[in-house]
């Protein structure tokens, strides 16, 4: 009976041993009923008049390190106390990361790959909480760059001048791109020398008479980049920078930029430098600027160029030899369709060769880059458009690297028309090679290299697992790197 009652009511036989049991009494406790425990009326909850704000700084600081870029942002400008501890957790985290302050908000660079770079921010809504960021923690950011229109810019300016002086160690100032002109007046309010800047990239910028002066208000630059800049007064910009390094120049003709003869003499008062970045409009006689450049400057080591439909149009057919350059970049425009043209220079010594946006890798193109029998370190990347078709390196092209660059040791190549056999015969070929990054374009998806990581994924290369890290997941580009002995 007790059994179908247990079953009926839906209790356990072990629930009904434990409930029959005594139930102990207290030895002055007459009363047959069990005890309960009785709730005093007399306890009270005390009441905290503390609030975060009253929180030590210690404290904060433990608080704030789980807080991301953007909830640390608005902590360190909500509340003046907040300030010290959310300013030192900030500079922990993102203090030697790149800001950016742009006409659709913040964000923090969290990669150092430039080419595929990771941004993580939030947008801004209120035009003034750009200067209240500034204000809160200008002083804990080295690398800033400011993307903002030219009346937003002004706002900002003093608050940049005030607070981000002593902490700046890079410095990039530029229109929006979609902004309908250059910023106006920039460093218009200066007063006092960035001391600690050693980078200053200057894009769509106008310096007037007053803030021309980019050597006394830098003195301590090792990289300049003037791009489609125009200024007051040029002869204040063209002077000595004691330690400069990387000069950098660029953009549309204009009265106010930097004209050719005032770029020599810029390179003339800085021998110096060892890397040059070029990006002039071609006209087809830019053989006789790398000429003249070659003899200002013999023992240049890093050379970036671009190239346009008109570039190289016009010259002697007397290439120019430079004898110290190891590093050559190399952009090309999206219109530059040169066929079997290639670069009139020479380079006896280059170790380096990055070729960016190459709409037809020819036959020339290819004898051009394994003449450079030293070369160490190799980037072969062609447009990589939806809708347009492009000579891309082949088979037989990465076969070629193999056999005559022997000391090969890292390669980027887009390998869209490559497959994964040669891939793996490449490598077992180039005993020197450390690193080999694999580009491709989404678009041509019957492609041997796609269709094989997309069936049998990174899988494919397991026959090289014991020499090679191969990558768990499929990313574009696709990176493997010889394994330590």
């Given at each position: ?168 160690v890079e410095l990039t100032l530029h229109y929006p791109h979609l902004g309908p002109s250059k910023l106006l007046d920039v460093f218009a309010g200066i007063k006092k020398p960035f001391p600690n800047v050693v980078k200053l990239c200057l894009h769509g910028c106008h310096l007037n008479k007053q803030a021309s002066r980019l050597g006394v208000w830098f003195p301590k630059l090792q990289r300049l980049t003037i791009f489609d800049s125009t200024f007051g007064d040029a002869k204040l910009v063209v002077t000595k920078y004691p330690l400069l390094e990387h000069f950098s120049v660029g953009g549309w003709k204009d009265e106010n930029t930097l004209t050719q ?225």
């Amino acid at each position: 009976m007790a059994g179908e009652i247990v079953q009926l009511s839906g209790i356990t036989p072990k629930l009904v041993q434990v409930i029959s049991k005594p139930v102990r009494k207290r030895d002055n406790d007459d009363s047959d009923l069990p005890n309960k425990r009785r709730k005093s009326t007399d306890d009270k909850i005390p009441g905290c008049s503390t609030k975060i704000t009253d929180v030590i700084d210690d404290c904060l600081e433990v608080i704030f390190g789980h807080l991301q870029f953007k909830d640390l942002s608005c902590a360190a400008i909500a509340h003046e106390h907040f300030r010290v501890a959310a300013g030192l957790i900030f500079g922990r985290k993102y203090g030697q990361k790149e800001i950016r302050l742009m006409s659709d908000g913040i964000t923090v660079f969290h990669d150092d790959n430039h080419k595929h770079s990771v941004y993580h921010g939030f947008s801004v809504k209120k035009p003034s909480y750009y200067m209240e960021f500034l204000q809160s923690l200008g002083g804990r950011i080295s690398k800033l760059n400011i993307g903002l229109g030219n009346g937003l810019y002004k706002t900002i300016e003093p608050t940049l001048l005030k607070t981000c002086v002593d902490s700046l160690v890079e410095l990039t100032l530029h229109y929006p791109h979609l902004g309908p002109s250059k910023l106006l007046d920039v460093f218009a309010g200066i007063k006092k020398p960035f001391p600690n800047v050693v980078k200053l990239c200057l894009h769509g910028c106008h310096l007037n008479k007053q803030a021309s002066r980019l050597g006394v208000w830098f003195p301590k630059l090792q990289r300049l980049t003037i791009f489609d800049s125009t200024f007051g007064d040029a002869k204040l910009v063209v002077t000595k920078y004691p330690l400069l390094e990387h000069f950098s120049v660029g953009g549309w003709k204009d009265e106010n930029t930097l004209t050719q003869s005032q770029i020599y003499a810029m390179l003339r008062l800085n021998p110096q430098i060892h890397s040059l970045d070029i990006g002039l409009a071609a006209d087809g006689y830019e053989l006789d600027i790398y000429r003249r450049i070659n003899k200002i400057l013999p023992q240049l080591q890093n050379l970036n160029l671009c190239w346009e439909m008109n570039s190289f149009k016009q010259h002697d057919g007397k290439k120019v030899t430079f004898k110290n350059v190891k590093s050559l970049v190399l952009d090309f425009g999206f219109n530059s369709f040169s066929g079997a043209r290639v670069l009139p220079l020479v380079f006896s010594q280059l170790t380096e060769l990055e070729i960016n946006n190459i709409p037809l890798l020819t036959g020339d193109w290819m004898d051009f880059i394994v003449q450079h029998k030293a070369l160490t370190k190799l980037s072969v990347l062609p447009f990589n458009e939806y809708e347009f078709y492009f000579d891309r390196p082949n088979n037989q092209d990465l076969m070629r690297l193999g056999k005559e660059l022997s000391n090969l040791n890292t390669l980027t190549i887009d390998a869209t028309e490559i497959s994964t056999i040669c891939l793996l015969q490449f490598m077992q070929m180039s005993k020197t090679l450390t690193e080999l990054r694999l580009h491709w374009n989404d678009c041509y998806a019957f492609t041997s290299f796609h269709h094989d990581l997309l069936q049998h994924g990174p899988g494919i290369f397991a026959q090289i697992r014991d020499h090679w890290h191969i990558p768990p997941k499929i990313t574009n580009p696709f990176v493997l790197k010889r394994k330590a002995d």
